[in-house]
């Protein structure tokens, strides 16, 4: 199995990146804007037409963000699984997004409000937490490509011994009538 697979090309590294930002920018500004400011006493700005339209963007991003973890499927989170590479911060970065799904479902969906203001701190607490997570997982990925990129380089003595053998034989060849 080749590490290729793994490493996501860079239009779908910066999709992931773009829409893992933009759904935690929305959500924190909701977040604020209508459960924070009110309960420090600022409920005009709770009342802005921006709140239901960055609860709108949220969600879309959401739903951007199950086809960018579709994509993933495939090659990046089959290979690193296949190949137990990076597994338990691969593996934290899926279960927070099955749990960010199971959260976000009950926000919608759930009428009971007990289990639905639950639901919605759970959301929020992941939410904030996440990119932690998603770095993370990132940065853990490149340390573990780098250490298998440096273990297969070549060292300065191999270089030179190559590069000696190689003077050797067209020395040689030369030699030849």
Known sequence: MRPDGIKLWALQRW????????????????????????????????????VPMLLELHGAAAMLVLIVLGSLIPKHIQWAWNGR????????????????????????YAGDEAFRA?????????????PLVLVGHIIMGRRHRAAILAASAPTR?????????????????????
């Open 157 to 177: 003595e191999e270089i030179y011994a190559d590069f000696a053998a190689r003077a050797e034989e067209m020395a040689r060849k030369r030699r030849v009538p």
């Open 118 to 130: 639950y639901a919605s701190n759970v959301h929020l607490v992941l939410g904030l937490g996440f």
């Open 85 to 108: 590479i990076n597994r338990f911060t691969g593996g934290l970065v899926l279960a927070t997004q099955a749990l960010f799904i199971g959260t976000g479902y009950a926000l919608y």
């Open 15 to 50: 999709t992931v990146y773009v829409t893992f930002a933009v759904l935690f920018a929305t959500g924190v500004a909701w977040s604020v804007l209508h459960d924070g400011l009110p309960r420090l006493g600022h409920d005009a700005l709770s009342e802005l037409s921006i």
